[in-house]
């Protein structure tokens, strides 16, 4: 079911494995790139949903101000999300994937769940649907 679509953004939500899966087409505005991630935290939440996938292969290096939005105010809601596991799949710009690896892998602030990244969408998905006990 898709909750959301834009230009840049494309949000499915999959009942069969309770999965939602963002994915970024490329460049957007500084409003744009924050209202996703509000969107994103807001379905995760109200829909109680427990695993979900970020694929951020075709989003750019964010400006520096919006970076550290992610840091400072949005990883703060992200880290107390009901997720049981989180998929990101990595840029294919190794700017971008530097700035989510610094704000995503803080050992002094970690993550309430599991979170591993990937190359391609199979793969996370795979991850994400496999019991938690194989």
């Excluded at 049981?84 to 294919?92: D, G, L």
């Excluded at 309430?112 to 019991?131: G, I, M, R, V």
Aim: glycine share 2%; net charge neutral.
């Amino acid at each position: 079911m898709v909750l959301f679509e834009a230009s840049y953004l494309h949000l499915a939500y999959y009942a069969a494995h309770d999965v939602l899966i963002s994915q970024w087409y490329g460049r957007c505005t500084s409003s744009e790139y924050r209202d996703a991630l509000e969107r994103f935290m807001h379905y995760v939440v109200s829909m109680n949903i427990q695993y979900a996938i970020s694929d951020r292969r075709l989003l750019p290096p964010l400006s520096d101000e919006d970076a550290q939005w992610t840091t400072e105010v949005f990883l703060e809601g992200f880290r107390k999300l009901p997720l049981k596991r989180f998929a990101i799949i990595k840029s294919f710009s190794s700017s971008a994937g530097k700035q989510l690896h610094n704000s995503i892998c803080n050992k002094y602030r970690p993550l309430s769940f599991e979170a591993k990244s990937f190359n391609d969408l199979t793969s996370a998905y795979d991850w994400l649907t496999t019991p938690e006990h194989v």
